[in-house]
């Protein structure tokens, strides 16, 4: 029987390494599309605790009505609810009702300072309008806790892709706040930070109609 040289040995065994670790890496088509939308974001809502959540002790998000269409520039934007990490439908949920979003982020000190102001403000308001906050960074936990911290318990959203400011046109600053009217169509996108309550109510009733 003819040996085989050990070069080729080698060569063989090297081969055999190479071939195993491209099967090992090569992507596989496990389902885990995060192309999709929210795909991303979905699974950074699933790394906060729930623990966390709790503590933040948010107010759910608005739920759609059954016959809820969203139409508007936020329209086919999905993201996740704050409150539980449950994926919110935007322009459906706030279909039908005027509505506030202030967009924010943990590091931004101005929105700090204006979260209280809005909170204030929708109190005041009750049901005439939907205040809803919608956090602009990735960082889920960090907002939670800014949140607990200021005993700010508006709705909220992650908007980890910063797809709310895309798609209303809003400058890459923040604080930004969008009204939208009852048929969400934008009335106004606000860049700056509300210097009281008086100011978002006076805002507010001149851009949507809406007295608080």
């Known amino acids: ?22 099967v090992a890496l090569w992507p596989r088509g496990d389902g ?52 539980d990490g449950k994926s919110v439908d935007l322009a459906a949920a706030l279909a ?10 943990y590091w931004c000190r101005p929105c700090a300072a204006e979260l ?10 009750g049901n005439a309008i939907t205040v809803l906050t919608v956090h602009s960074d990735p960082d889920e936990a960090k907002g939670l806790a800014l949140l607990t911290g200021l005993k700010v318990t508006l709705p909220g959203v992650l908007d980890a892709d910063t797809r709310v400011r895309n798609a209303v046109g809003a400058p890459a600053v923040l604080p930004i706040s969008v009204l939208l009217r ?12 509300f210097d009281g309550v008086d100011d978002i109510a006076d805002t507010v009733a001149s851009e949507l109609g809406v007295a608080a």
């Open 1 to 22: 029987m003819t040996r085989v040289p050990l070069w080729v040995r080698l060569a063989l065994a090297g081969l055999i390494t190479v071939v195993a670790l491209g």
């Open 32 to 83: 885990d599309d995060r192309t999709a939308v929210g795909g991303d974001q979905a699974h950074q809502s699933a790394l906060v605790s729930e623990q966390s959540r709790a503590e933040a002790g948010l107010r759910s998000c608005p739920l759609p009505a059954a016959d809820a269409v969203g139409r508007g520039p936020l329209a086919g934007i999905t993201l996740s609810c704050l409150a």
């Open 96 to 105: 039908g009702k005027p509505a506030l979003l202030n967009l924010w982020a």
């Open 116 to 125: 209280p102001y809005l909170q204030e403000y929708a109190h005041r308001a």
């Open 182 to 193: 009852a048929d969400g169509s934008v009335a106004k996108v606000i860049v700056r930070p």
